[in-house]
């Protein structure tokens, strides 16, 4: 029996588990991390819509019952594969910085760092709100059905009196202390935090979208919403203008190839190192027979932290927007310089620190390298990402967000949505890789990936997180290939974060045997990730596997910290 043989065998022996939800189909799936917003994309595909409808309506969708995460003001990266011509592209549609923004922006007048929360909620922090455009442009080249419809669900959540779910909840928790004035008159109405249980009624965010329904995508960029945006990121001490929103556009590239054990991945390029910090990881481990180990071994997580604190190093030290400074992407997955880095682990050896190798060596155009300043990674924790699947086998998985939870903590007054805090994405120390700098992509950890066998797609799977973002792919790469479990069991099971210079330790979930198996080697997780802003678990995965030997049969599973869910038809 074949790898994917087993890896297909094993999804018929799924159990229900109510933490995890997941389903089957065969003419479509949908899979987000709010449930309304799955029932928003699978509404699409029962109209006789494709992945792309069903994509776009559930990024709207989620604008109205996961603000605190995504919505009108935010950026994302979104992978589309077209079945029927074997086509795969990236459509970047990440926030730029404003034209006239300065390598010291987020420095003071005696010549320090303004600290994180402060730049985060100030106007400056704002990069040009981008998602819509991305929808636009896939709406104009892979979707069939017509704007009024794949908005529909969105406006009729935002006219409700939509649900507040337990992330509303546990968010305000952790996040109030964000929240602008207007902003707070909707979230933390008469000064009580909306909890769990609470209806939430939105009649701005409504006429938002009945604007964007009646003039189309391109009124955040030049009608009436764009006048609000402006106005309202001056009023907060920004630079942003009308010629910024206007001359912003989406880039079509084509991604970045890599493999995995014989499976093809496709994954985004720069300026999201999410692409190149999990195609570094799968080569790395790619060269080690990692199965032979229990799947909750100490030995199989300290080769997975190993791999990622290899590649996070090299990601501090070289990826940042192309455009500004070249990346040796070659060089990173260069079969030498991987076995180079490989001889820096061992399932034998301590934790310890890792630092970055020197992968211009092994890169054909070999760049004059200029020593940069490494700075901290302030990159938001939370994300979002969903994914959908057609009849046809078109996929289209997206991974969008606002940065921080809640943004900037600006609404947009009379139009009930938050601006994102994408530029304190860049490094704030000028001279630094990821420097502010004007028309500049922040760096982006964000990783929507789709994986092929013999020229067909198989699984496509992304998550929130972050930095953390590549390790919950990883990890759940490696539970399907490697360890054939099945999609929902990969999804669920337990994963570990480490910094390459172990100052941030997370896990979420090992027991208390293999943590001291673990600690044995020198790694002290910290288990109060819920400190730094995010749940504890690490990453909330979404995906969706397709059997092409099986009349295109769909696996899905939905991770289970969120309200999210898998539905196929």
């Known amino acids: 029996m074949t790898n994917i043989d087993k ?67 935010s950026g994302g990266f979104i992978l589309c594969h077209d079945f029927k011509n074997k086509d795969t592209k990236v459509v970047n549609a990440h926030p730029k910085a404003p034209a006239a923004l300065r390598p ?34 896939v709406h104009e080249n892979y979707a069939s059905l017509p704007l009024e419809t794949l908005i529909d669900p969105a406006i009729r959540l935002a006219e409700s009196e939509v649900r507040v779910h337990s992330l509303w909840e546990r968010t305000l928790e952790l996040f109030e202390h964000r929240l602008g004035d207007e902003a707070r008159k909707m979230f933390v109405p008469d000064g009580v935090k909306l909890k769990e249980g609470d209806r939430l009624r939105q009649p701005e965010l409504e006429k938002t979208l009945k604007t964007i329904r009646d003039n189309g995508f391109e009124d955040v960029y030049t009608g009436e919403i764009a006048d609000a945006i402006i106005d309202t990121v001056k009023a907060h001490g920004g630079i942003m203008n009308h010629q910024d929103l206007i001359n912003y556009d989406v880039r079509i590239e084509e991604p970045l190839w890599s493999s995995y054990r014989g499976y093809d991945i496709a994954l985004p390029v720069p300026p999201s190192s999410g692409g190149i910090g999990t195609a570094m990881q799968l080569k790395i481990l790619e060269q080690l027979d990692i199965s032979q180990y229990e799947a909750h071994s100490a030995e199989k997580y300290h080769l997975i932290a ?7 190093a090299d990601d501090a030290k070289y990826i940042e927007d192309t455009n500004f400074k070249p990346a040796p992407l070659d060089g990173l997955l260069h079969e030498d310089y991987i076995k180079e880095r490989l001889g820096q682990m061992s399932a034998d050896r301590n934790a310890e620190e890792k630092t970055a190798g020197n992968p211009w060596k092994y890169q054909k155009d070999r760049h004059s390298e200029q020593e940069h300043k490494v700075s901290a990674d302030n990159e938001g924790l939370e994300t979002t990402h969903f994914t959908a699947v057609d009849q046809w086998g078109n996929i289209a998985a997206c991974t969008t967000s606002i940065e921080r939870i809640y943004g900037s903590g600006i609404m947009v007054p009379g139009y009930g949505f938050l601006l994102n805090n994408h530029l304190t994405d860049f490094s704030p120390a000028p001279g630094s890789v990821n420097e502010p700098n004007g028309n500049k992509y922040p760096k982006s950890s964000k990783s929507p990936t789709i994986m092929f ?35 929902n069991d990969a999804i669920k099971d337990q994963r570990v974060y480490v910094m390459p210079d172990l100052s941030k330790q997370w896990e979420d979930g090992l027991d208390d045997a293999l943590l001291k198996e673990l600690s044995d080697r020198g790694y002290q997780f910290n288990q109060s990730f819920r400190e730094e802003g995010a749940d504890t678990r690490i990453g909330d995965v979404q995906a969706i596997m397709i059997d092409h030997a099986n009349d295109r049969r769909l696996y899905g599973g939905a991770d289970f910290p969120r309200p999210g869910d898998a539905k196929g038809l």
């Open 104 to 137: 010291d922006c987020f420095i003071d007048e005696n010549g320090q760092e303004i600290p994180f929360d402060e730049r985060s909620t100030h106007g400056m922090s704002v990069g040009i709100p981008s998602i819509m455009k991305g929808l636009k442009y």
């Open 453 to 487: 066998h013999e020229g067909k797609p198989f699984l496509t799977l992304g998550s929130p997180g972050a930095a953390t973002i590549i390790a919950s792919v990883v990890q759940t790469i490696v539970n399907v290939i490697d360890y054939n479990m099945p999609i």
């Open 7 to 73: 890896i297909f065998e094993a999804q018929k022996y799924i159990e229900p588990d109510e933490e995890l939800k997941g389903d089957t189909g065969y003419y479509g799936m949908v899979a987000s991390a709010v449930e309304e917003a799955t029932d928003a994309g699978n509404e699409m595909l029962k109209k006789g819509g494709n992945a792309f409808d069903a994509m776009i309506a559930v990024q709207l969708a989620l604008a109205v019952v996961e603000g605190m995460n995504t919505g009108i003001g």
């Open 306 to 312: 190993q791999a990622l604190q290899l590649a996070m």
